[in-house]
């Protein structure tokens, strides 16, 4: 068995068994649909990193993108949430760049348009967290800002402005509007009859507007949204962060009590997912350390390997728990998120 520094090889085994639990007549895995766009975006971070399996994940791409929208009912991967529009439309974005296929840009660009559809807030700007305009959701709206800013960063010259404005916009909104509050943690939402910021702070939410910083910069050079962003990194990852025991392991609030379920099981894997974008643009040794001491501790606390299978459970402090498909799929995003940074 690998030792828990060997990310690239851990990161592999862990590939492989999340494989199992995927439906290819489906096209996705165990039903789940947002956390599904989470998965296979995992497997193009991966593949991005090891040459020889860069083609590996090829025809899984294929078959989602055909048999998911009409397996799960979502043609064109739309449906009435513009959260769960937006992780597939980063998903999407995230596979064009593994395989320079433009039916994958092409699908990333619907999605945005339609997402774009929910800037009619009450509240001078932003998107609905869902069509039925009955909450203002800080996650829709960060993933509608690394979406915009991402499709920016990849369209033709020509075509480029109205998705940057359209991600700056969503910018300046989100930090307007005090969804990023005085200790530097994004809460959960805004409610549309004040138009004040609601809700407790998950790690999700920290981490998918890192992703959009990064993005943002590579579209303008402003280093501000890296400012801004790094502020938000350093408080979660910080010594008696609300977001990590005392060992610097992240934890949501159901971590603590090993009740996660349902979405709450994915949300750890794209703050670590997006720390990694943010070290690829301004690096930072606290960062770094942050994702390595949680990988090994993955390996360390929260592993069983069973006829050579590599199960991790949800709790990246342990104790095991059953593994299933999100808990692999977020330790797949927290493994080659070490990889990445250390390489």
């Given at each position: 068995m690998a030792d828990a520094t060997s990310y690239e090889q851990n990161a592999l085994c862990t590939c492989d068994q999340l494989m199992r639990s995927y439906n290819t007549t489906t096209g996705v895995w165990d039903n789940m649909w947002w956390e599904s766009a989470n998965m296979i975006s995992a497997l193009a971070d991966y593949s991005a990193l090891n040459a020889d399996y860069k083609p590996i994940y090829y025809s899984t791409f294929a078959t989602t993108f055909n048999n998911a929208p009409i397996s799960q009912g979502y043609p064109n991967f739309l449906n009435e949430y513009y959260d769960d529009e937006g992780w597939w439309g980063l998903a999407w974005l995230n596979i064009y760049d593994l395989t320079n296929d433009s039916d994958y840009l092409n699908q990333a660009i619907l999605i945005f348009n339609d997402m774009k559809g929910g800037w009619t807030t009450p509240c001078g700007g932003g998107i609905w967290w869902e069509k039925d305009k009955s909450y203002i959701a800080s996650i829709a709206n960060a993933l509608y800002i690394q979406l915009g800013a991402g499709l920016a960063n990849r369209v033709s010259a020509d075509q480029r402005q109205p998705y940057l404005d359209a991600a700056m916009a969503g910018w300046d909104w989100f930090f307007n509007i005090g969804v990023v509050n005085s200790d530097h943690f994004v809460v959960d939402?805004?409610?549309?009859?004040?138009?004040?910021?609601?809700?407790?702070?998950?790690?999700?939410?920290?981490?998918?507007?890192?992703?959009?910083?990064?993005?943002?910069?590579?579209?303008?050079?402003?280093?501000?949204?890296?400012?801004?962003?790094?502020?938000?990194?350093?408080?979660?990852?910080?010594?008696?962060?609300?977001?990590?025991?005392?060992?610097?392991?992240?934890?949501?609030?159901?971590?603590?009590?090993?009740?996660?379920?349902?979405?709450?099981?994915?949300?750890?894997?794209?703050?670590?997912?997006?720390?990694?974008?943010?070290?690829?643009?301004?690096?930072?040794?606290?960062?770094?350390?942050?994702?390595?001491?949680?990988?090994?501790?993955?390996?360390?606390?929260?592993?069983?390997?069973?006829?050579?299978?590599?199960?991790?459970?949800?709790?990246?402090a342990g104790p095991y728990s059953t593994a299933d498909s999100i808990s692999q799929g977020i330790a797949l995003d927290c493994l080659a998120a070490a990889f990445a940074v250390t390489t």
């Open positions: 939402g805004v409610d549309y009859t004040t138009c004040k910021p609601t809700g407790i702070i998950y790690s999700y939410n920290q981490g998918v507007i890192l992703g959009a910083a990064a993005e943002l910069y590579h579209a303008t050079g402003n280093s501000t949204y890296l400012d801004l962003a790094a502020n938000i990194a350093n408080a979660v990852t910080a010594n008696g962060s609300p977001l990590t025991n005392s060992n610097g392991i992240l934890m949501d609030s159901c971590d603590r009590t090993t009740s996660c379920s349902d979405s709450g099981e994915e949300f750890k894997g794209p703050f670590v997912k997006n720390l990694r974008k943010l070290q690829l643009a301004r690096g930072n040794t606290q960062w770094v350390q942050f994702l390595e001491t949680n990988a090994q501790s993955i390996w360390n606390n929260d592993l069983q390997i069973t006829n050579g299978d590599c199960l991790v459970g949800l709790y990246w």
